[in-house]
């Protein structure tokens, strides 16, 4: 069964200025999303009813820098915003992992997460990781192979409750050896194709209200 996105990342070095840059080229301002207990914190605008954009960056007030981990997404080397990664919405977290490592591609452990909303929700998931994700980035694929995340029950998905007014049209995947990465999504029954490049790289079409942009 082919997985559907839930949501893009884009992660950048200081919060407010990527949403400031966001409203800019897209016409509608993304929502406070709130702090991860990694460092991190967010804004999200909704794409469709299941999918939404996370722009994710680190948390100055939480003083990440101090703990000697390394924060989600590469964000430590990050200079610019950009779409980073993606994530799929996994049924059942466990089986659809199993299924890809039969397939030949092994989506990493599963980790519990979760945060705090600004009107006091609590949000859970539990998602996929790549040991190497923990230690530094990229994983295999570069990005471009979407983890897998599982919503706790009861919570309710960001991409109901965050800012709409765009749409998410076409997702393109670019990399400069795109028969490594194919097969990794095959894996997980994703269905895009991955067009050469001169970089990793992913770009988003939406429609929003300042016209068709592409994201990137």
Known sequence: ???SPDHLVYAAPDLDKAVDKLTALLGVRPSAGGQHPNGTHNALLSLNQSCYLEV???????????????????LDELHVGKLTTWAVLAPSLEEVAQAAQAAGYDPGVIVEGGRTRPDGVELRWRTTKRPEAQESWPPPGDGLVPFLIEWGEGTPHPAKTSTQGARLLELSLFHPRPAEVQPMLSALHIDILVAAGPAAAMRARLETPNGIVTLE
Do not use: R, Y
């Open 1 to 3: 069964m082919a997985l």
């Open 56 to 74: 994710i960056a680190p948390d100055p007030a939480q003083c990440s820098g101090e703990s000697g981990e390394p924060l989600a997404f590469g």
